[in-house]
Nanobody, 120 residues
Framework: QRRLVDSGGGSVQAGGSLKLSCEAPGVTFRNFCMAWFRQAAGKEREPVASIRGAPWYADSVKDRFTISLDDATNMVYLQMNNLKPEDSAMYYC????????????????WGQGTQVTVSS
């Protein structure tokens, strides 16, 4: 299995935006649920958004983050708007063949992570 490759993290001020990207080589999106997780320092990894058909979002990011797929290029994106300091974390692209993938136990492929830092 080829690893997912995520990128696009960086440092922004509160209220700013970032768009994370994930290359998903060899993944057929109709057969995969794709997701973004994040892990802040000293905290457990948590799901942020997932998509297989309809998108799902954690309450903490609803109306601010948007997950999307590009079938033509095998890319997964996470558009993050109105960022808050509490959004600071390492973000991981993830995928699995279950119908849902908002739990880590449903994930079979992970990206290496991309750091997002939001300053107040």
């Amino acid at each position: 299995q080829r690893r997912l490759v995520d990128s696009g993290g960086g440092s922004v001020q509160a209220g700013g935006s970032l768009k994370l990207s994930c290359e998903a080589p060899g993944v057929t999106f109709r057969n995969f649920c794709m997701a973004w997780f994040r892990q802040a320092a000293g905290k457990e990894r948590e799901p942020v958004a997932s998509i297989r058909g309809a998108p799902w979002y954690a309450d903490s990011v609803k109306d601010r983050f948007t997950i999307s797929l590009d079938d033509a290029t095998n890319m997964v994106y996470l558009q993050m708007n109105n960022l808050k300091p509490e959004d600071s974390a390492m973000y991981y692209c993830a995928g699995g063949t279950f119908s849902g993938c908002s739990e880590a136990r449903h994930i079979s492929r992970w990206g290496q992570g991309t750091q997002v830092t939001v300053s107040s």
